[in-house]
């Protein structure tokens, strides 16, 4: 009797641990509002960062902005960040720009922002450090030059602020005056999220999603066979999980996407 109650236990833990295979849908039909990455006809010149960098006036850059890192920030407005430049574009429900701030004395290749409580956090990866900014653009400091090598995700709640580091293959939770308090391990982290009570992360190798309590606790596993080369992520109230993947695939055509779960 006891061997068979063992077995049922273990059969229950085993299954627990299993990842969730989840079946995810391709987002298609969209309706484009606006343009806001194409240069006009009247470009002549390249946009390599170095030359970007050094020769900002040769071009009106207000909607010419190399974009990774996104997201809202309550008010109908949404962040974006232009990494070749180190700034942030405020924009609104059709991506006119508001307000910029940031520059390249503060942010190095920022690669991910999250905005809590009327603050911007930038994770900014060839600095080792996640960037403060006020709402209003401020630049208020950094943090985790001691903790991090490479800050490529940043996410924020009432909970904490969640930071993941590519190189080092971790996720830490801060406090409030930015000390870890507790960190877990997945292999090459990507973008992360908090929304609904929950913390989600992209294993960039691993081609899945982990995803956590607020407490930074494992919760589940979320794998499926389309996504290539997933980066970045963000979740909607009703809990759907939209995926960046930039489709790349040893060998073949790039396949970028955006993938619903």
Known sequence: MKKTIAFIIAIFIGCTLIPNVSHAQVITGFSEIQNIGIPSDSFVGSISLSEANFYEDDFNSTYLFPMQGICAIGNGNIAVIDNSYGRIHIVNSVFQN????????????????AFFGGTFYVADPL?????IFDEGGKYLGSFGSETFESPVGVAANKSGIYVSDYFKGEIYMLDSKYR?????????????????G??????????A?????????FVRKITNGDLYFPSDLDVDEAGNIYVADR?????????????VF
């Open 209 to 217: 999603i982990y995803v956590y309590n607020t407490a930074l606790n």
């Open 127 to 131: 600095s080792g450090r996640v960037k």
């Open 247 to 259: 489709g790349l695939i040893k060998g073949s055509e790039a396949k970028g996407r955006v993938l």
């Open 98 to 113: 508001e307000y910029t701030f940031g520059s390249l004395n503060n942010l190095i290749y920022p690669t991910d922002i």
């Open 198 to 207: 929950f913390v989600y992360a992209i294993s960039m190798s691993e081609r």
């Open 180 to 196: 870890v308090i507790k960190e877990t391990s997945i292999p090459f982290p990507g973008g992360l999220a908090a929304k609904n």
